[in-house]
C-alpha cells in the first residue's frame, strides 16, 4: 500500500507472471468501478510511411474481439449503465470504463478478451470499415478554422523521421495502403501484457478481485517486450519561419514554438513556472504588451509540452482580424525584455504551487480520474501516484531556476515560427517566412473505402483457451442502489437561499451561485449584456485592481468562473478547503463591490466580438445560431446565442451592465449550491459577511411570454466553401426542464441517440461509416428548450446521410419496440447508481434543483417513472416529441458541390445562404 505526504490515494501494486502491472485502489463513496489500461504504444512507436498504426487500434479494439460479437462492447456497457471511451496520444494508448460495481467482472471479462483475443478478428473487411471513420475523425478536425495548425508545428518542428514529426491521428493513405499482416505485426509488438497496466479504482473488495485478474488476465501470454525508444529532444540551430493560408479562418495566427524538455526531466518543474509568469495573468509581460497595451489580440497562451521523447514550448496568439504578425512578433521581443527586468517575488511561486495543487486534487475526484493517473503514472512515470508527488518537486523550484531555464531555453534561442493567414492575406504572415501548401483533399476526390450497409465479418480463426470464453459472466452479488446523499438548505436573512451537500475525500469544495436570469433578461437590441457583466465582475473589485484580484484567487488554490450565460449568470468556485473562509470573504466583494473599469470594460468587449466573428466560421455554431433563429423567430429573445451578435454587442453601454446589476442581481433572486466539508451552521457563518454586504433590494421576477414563431423554411443551406464536411443538423422545439414529459423524453431518446449505443450511431458510423459521431438529445432548460440531432459527415456522402437520418427519424415511432425501451430501462436505472460519485455531478444536481425548481428527490421520483414507464407511453412520447414533420433541417457544407444535392431531396422550401449572410 501507498500514498502520498499531500493526500492520502492509498494503492496496491503487483505483477502477473505475465508482465502486467495491475495497481488497485478501493473507494467505497460511490457504488461504482472504474478500470483503465494504458498501453504503451502512441503514435511514437511507428514509423514514416507507416503512420496511424495506435490510434487505428484505439478505434479497432471497440469494434470486436473473437469471443465478443461486433459492437457488442459498445452494447453491453450501454446496458450496464456505464461510460467508457480511449484515446491514443503521441505516447501512449489509454481504454477506460466507468461501470456499477456489479459489473466489474464483466469488464475484466470484456478487456481481457481485447488484449488477448483480438488480433484475428483484423479482417480485410473490418479494417477497410474503420479506415472510413478515421477518415472523418481526420477531416472533422481539420475542417474548422486552424485546423491544421499544430500538425504543421509538429511537422515543421522536428526532423524528418522524428517520431513526432507525424500525426497521432497518422496519414490516411498509410492506413489504405497497410496489409492486415502489418496491422496484425503491430498489434503483436506492442500490445501486449508486459507492456500495459491494469488499474481499477472503486467500489471492490480486493481480496475477491485478485483471483478474478488472475483468471482473466493471467493466461494470456506475454511477448518480447519493446524497448522504448530513446529520449530525443530538438536542437534547432537556427530559427525557421513558415506560413500558411487557412481558407477556413478570417484572423491571423502565430504560432511560436520552442525545444523543451520531455516529462519528468528536472527543468520541466521550473520551465511549467516560467510560462505561467511569462502569459498566464493579467500582470504578466505578454498579457500586458499583447492584450492591454498594443491591443492585438484578446488573450495570449504559453504553454510547455512534455512528451515522453522531447518537449515543446508552444507560445498561442491568435490577433484580431487584419494585425500583422511582425507586430506580434515585436511585442513578443518587448515582453520578453520586461521579462528579464522583472524581480520575481515568492508569492508568485506560492501562487502556482497552490493552483498546481488545486488541479491535481480536481483529477482525482472521480473513480475514472484515479484510475487513468494510476495506470498513465505508473507507465510513464514509474509509480501510480507520480502525479500527486510532483507536487513536491514543483514546491522545490527556486526563482534562480526559472531565471536559468529562460535563459538555458528562451533567451535568444532560435524557434519554429508559424504564420497561418486567411485566404488571399499572405501580406499579414511574418516577414521572411517560408510560403508552405498543406496537402487539401479535393472534395472530388473523397471516396468511401468499404462497402456501406450491414457488416459481414470474414471467418478467423479462434486462438486456444484454457477455459470457455465465450461464457459471459454473470453480475456479481454486490448489486448497488440508488442512494442521494442528504441535502442541507437554509435561507440567509437576506433571502438568498442555500442548498448544500457533504463531501470530505480530498481537500477541495465546490459551489456556485445563480445570480440572475442571464441573457433572457437582456434587451433584445443589446444581447450580450449578462455575458459582458459576468466577464466583467472578474476584472477586479472596488478595492483590488484586476491583477490583485487574480493574484488572490491564485494564492487560496482557487478557481473562479462567472458565466453569462443563456438562462443563468452564474458564479462557480473550486477551491482548497482550508482556504473556503477567505475565498467566500472575496466573493463577497465581487458580488458586491464591482469595479465598473471602463478600460477593462473596452477590452472585453473587443475580446467579445472577435469571439463572435470566430463563431461566424464555425460549423457547429453556425448551425445552431441558424436553427435557433428559424424555431423562435429573430424577434425573440429566445433565439440569441448568450454573447450576442456583432450588432447586438457594438450597441452595448458600460451603463447598460450597471443598469442589468441594479434590476437583477438581488439575493432574493439568488441561489447557492455547495459541496464540501461544511454543514448548514457553519455555512452560515461563513456566509454572514455577504449577507450583510448584500441587502435586499426591488427585483421584479423575470416572465416571458410563450413563443408561437412558425418557422418559414424548413430547410437552410450555408454555403461554406470546401468544406470536406457537412455539419447536418436537425431540430424542433421541446419541453421544458420542469414539464412532466421531460424525462420521458429522455427515456424514449437513449435509444435513438443518446450515445454510441444508439441507432443514429450505429446507422451512420458502424453500418456506413459517413460520419465519426451521429447523436440526438433535448435541451431542456426553462424557456429556450429543443429537440435536435447531429452529424459531421463526409461531404460527398452529404445527400446519403441526409436520406438515413429521414429514414430513422420518420420510422421511430413505428419501429421503437419493448426491448429497445428495456434495455434503456436496464441502462438508465444503472447509470443512476453512479449519477453522485463525483463532488461536481452532486453539485450539478443542486444546480438542477435551483434552476428549475426541480423537487429534491427528482432523481428518485425518475427512478420510480423509468420502472413503470410503458411502451405505449414510449410511442405516444415519441409521437408528440419527436416527429419528424415538425424538423427543421440546417446543413452547412460546400455549396458548389453539395447544394444541389441537397435540394434534391425536396426537403421542402429551403433558403440558402452565404457566410457574410450569417449575423
Known amino acids: 500500500m501507498n500514498s502520498t505526504p499531500d493526500t492520502p490515494l492509498h494503492y496496491e501494486k503487483y505483477t502477473l507472471d505475465n508482465g502486467l502491472d495491475v495497481v488497485l485502489h478501493r473507494d467505497t463513496s460511490a457504488p461504482v468501478v472504474s478500470v483503465a489500461i494504458q498501453y504503451h504504444v502512441g503514435s511514437n512507436r511507428e514509423r514514416a510511411g507507416k503512420t496511424g498504426f495506435a490510434h487505428f487500434f484505439e478505434h479497432m479494439l471497440f469494434q470486436r474481439s473473437e469471443h465478443l460479437p461486433r459492437n457488442a462492447f459498445f452494447q453491453k456497457i450501454e446496458e450496464l449503465g456505464g461510460t467508457f471511451n480511449g484515446g491514443t496520444s503521441n505516447d501512449g494508448t489509454i481504454y477506460y470504463e466507468t461501470v456499477p460495481r456489479d459489473a466489474l467482472e464483466k469488464i475484466l471479462w470484456m478487456e481481457s478478451d481485447r488484449m488477448g483475443y483480438f488480433i484475428h478478428t483484423v479482417t480485410e473487411g473490418g479494417l477497410r470499415r474503420e479506415i472510413d471513420v478515421v477518415s472523418n475523425e481526420k477531416r472533422q478536425m481539420e475542417n474548422v478554422p486552424y485546423g491544421l495548425a499544430f500538425d504543421l508545428m509538429f511537422k515543421h518542428l522536428f526532423p524528418q523521421g522524428h517520431p513526432y514529426s507525424w500525426t497521432v491521428i497518422g496519414e490516411i493513405e498509410d492506413l489504405r495502403s497497410a496489409t492486415v499482416e502489418e496491422v496484425q505485426a503491430f498489434y503483436d509488438r506492442y500490445y501486449t501484457p508486459n507492456n500495459a497496466t491494469l488499474a481499477l479504482a472503486g467500489d471492490f473488495d480486493p481480496e475477491q478481485i485478485r483471483p478474478l485478474i488472475e483468471h482473466y488476465f493471467g493466461e494470456i501470454p506475454s511477448r518480447p517486450r519493446p524497448t522504448p525508444p530513446p529520449i530525443q529532444p530538438i536542437r534547432l540551430q537556427a530559427p525557421r519561419r513558415i506560413s500558411y493560408e487557412d481558407g477556413f479562418c478570417d484572423a491571423p495566427m502565430l504560432l511560436r514554438a520552442y525545444p523543451g524538455v520531455e516529462m519528468y526531466h528536472p527543468d520541466g518543474y521550473a520551465l511549467d513556472f516560467l510560462t505561467n509568469l511569462l502569459a498566464a495573468d493579467k500582470k504578466s509581460p505578454l498579457y500586458k504588451v499583447v492584450v492591454e497595451e498594443r491591443g492585438l489580440a484578446p488573450e495570449v497562451d504559453f504553454f510547455h509540452y512534455q512528451l515522453e521523447l522531447a518537449g515543446v514550448l508552444v507560445l498561442e496568439i491568435k490577433p484580431y482580424p487584419g494585425v500583422h504578425l511582425d507586430e506580434v512578433e515585436a511585442a513578443i521581443e518587448e515582453a520578453f525584455t520586461r521579462f528579464e527586468q522583472m524581480e520575481l517575488q515568492p508569492e508568485d511561486l506560492e501562487r502556482y504551487v497552490a493552483m498546481e495543487q488545486m488541479r491535481t486534487y480536481s483529477r482525482l475526484t472521480t473513480t475514472n480520474g484515479k484510475a487513468q493517473a494510476l495506470a498513465r503514472d505508473n507507465v510513464f512515470g514509474g509509480l501510480p501516484d507520480c502525479s500527486l508527488r510532483e507536487i513536491e518537486s514543483y514546491r522545490q523550484v527556486t526563482r534562480e531556476e526559472i531565471r536559468r531555464v529562460y535563459t538555458q531555453y528562451l533567451q535568444h534561442k532560435p524557434y519554429l515560427c508559424e504564420s497561418i493567414f486567411p485566404q488571399g492575406a499572405a501580406e499579414l504572415a511574418v516577414s521572411d517566412s517560408e510560403l508552405i501548401f498543406p496537402p487539401r483533399e479535393p472534395i472530388t476526390e473523397q471516396t468511401m473505402n468499404a462497402t456501406a450497409g450491414e457488416i459481414i465479418d470474414d471467418p478467423y480463426e479462434l486462438t486456444p483457451t484454457r477455459w470457455d470464453r465465450t461464457r459471459e459472466p454473470a453480475l456479481m452479488a454486490n448489486t448497488p442502489q440508488l442512494k442521494v446523499p442528504p441535502i442541507w438548505s437554509l435561507t440567509l436573512a437576506n433571502g438568498m437561499q442555500v442548498q448544500g451537500i457533504a463531501y470530505e475525500e480530498l481537500p477541495l469544495s465546490y459551489f456556485s451561485i445563480e445570480l440572475a436570469d442571464g441573457m433572457v433578461a437582456d434587451p433584445i437590441h443589446k444581447v450580450g449584456v449578462a ?178 414563431h412558425t418557422p418559414s423554411h424548413r430547410c437552410y443551406f450555408v454555403d461554406y466553401p470546401e468544406a470536406r464536411q457537412s455539419y447536418l443538423l436537425f431540430g424542433s422545439k421541446a419541453m421544458a426542464a420542469s414539464d412532466p414529459s421531460a424525462y420521458p423524453a429522455l427515456i424514449v431518446n437513449d435509444h435513438l441517440g443518446d450515445s454510441s449505443g444508439s441507432l443514429l450511431f450505429e446507422e451512420l458510423r458502424l453500418k456506413h461509416g459517413y460520419t465519426y459521431g451521429a447523436y440526438s438529445g433535448f435541451g431542456q432548460n426553462n424557456w429556450i428548450n429543443t429537440f435536435q440531432a447531429w452529424a459531421s459527415v463526409q461531404a460527398t456522402v452529404t445527400r446519403e446521410s441526409l436520406q438515413l437520418f429521414r429514414e430513422i427519424l420518420t420510422c421511430y415511432p413505428a419501429q421503437y419496440h419493448a426491448s429497445a425501451l428495456e434495455t434503456s430501462r436496464e441502462g438508465m436505472r444503472r447509470t443512476m447508481y453512479g449519477s453522485l460519485e463525483s463532488p461536481l455531478s452532486r453539485l450539478n444536481m443542486l444546480r438542477a434543483i435551483a434552476l428549475y425548481g426541480l423537487p429534491a428527490d427528482y432523481l428518485q421520483q425518475r427512478a420510480a417513472q423509468l420502472d413503470t414507464f410503458t411502451l405505449a407511453q414510449a410511442k405516444e412520447t415519441i409521437q408528440r416529441h419527436l416527429d419528424f414533420e415538425q424538423m427543421i433541417l440546417v446543413v452547412v457544407g460546400d455549396g458548389r458541390t453539395q447544394r444541389k444535392e441537397v435540394a434534391s431531396l425536396d426537403w421542402g422550401s429551403m433558403q440558402c445562404l452565404s457566410l457574410d449572410a450569417i449575423e
Open 531 to 708: 455575458n459582458l457583466l459576468a466577464q466583467l465582475l472578474m476584472e477586479g473589485t472596488a478595492r483590488r485592481t484586476p491583477e490583485a484580484l487574480e493574484e488572490e484567487l491564485g494564492r487560496l488554490g482557487a478557481q473562479i468562473n462567472l458565466n453569462g450565460g443563456r438562462e443563468s449568470l452564474s458564479l462557480s468556485c473550486t477551491v482548497l478547503t482550508r482556504n473556503l473562509k477567505e475565498v467566500m470573504a472575496l466573493v463577497g466583494e465581487m458580488i458586491t463591490e464591482p469595479r465598473w473599469d471602463a478600460q477593462r470594460f473596452a477590452v472585453l468587449k473587443e475580446r467579445t466580438l472577435d469571439d463572435l466573428r470566430q463563431r461566424r466560421i464555425d460549423p457547429r455554431s453556425i448551425a445552431s445560431d441558424l436553427l435557433n433563429r428559424a424555431l423562435f423567430g429573430s424577434d425573440s429573445i429566445l433565439s440569441f446565442p448568450a454573447a450576442g451578435t456583432l450588432s447586438t454587442v457594438n450597441a452595448i453601454t458600460l451603463e447598460d451592465l450597471q443598469g442589468y446589476y441594479q434590476a437583477h442581481l438581488a439575493p432574493q433572486r439568488a441561489r447557492m449550491s455547495f459541496v464540501g466539508g461544511e454543514d448548514a451552521a457553519s455555512m452560515r457563518d461563513l456566509l454572514t459577511p455577504l449577507c450583510t454586504a448584500w441587502a435586499q433590494r426591488e427585483y421584479t421576477p423575470l416572465t416571458l411570454p410563450a413563443n408561437t
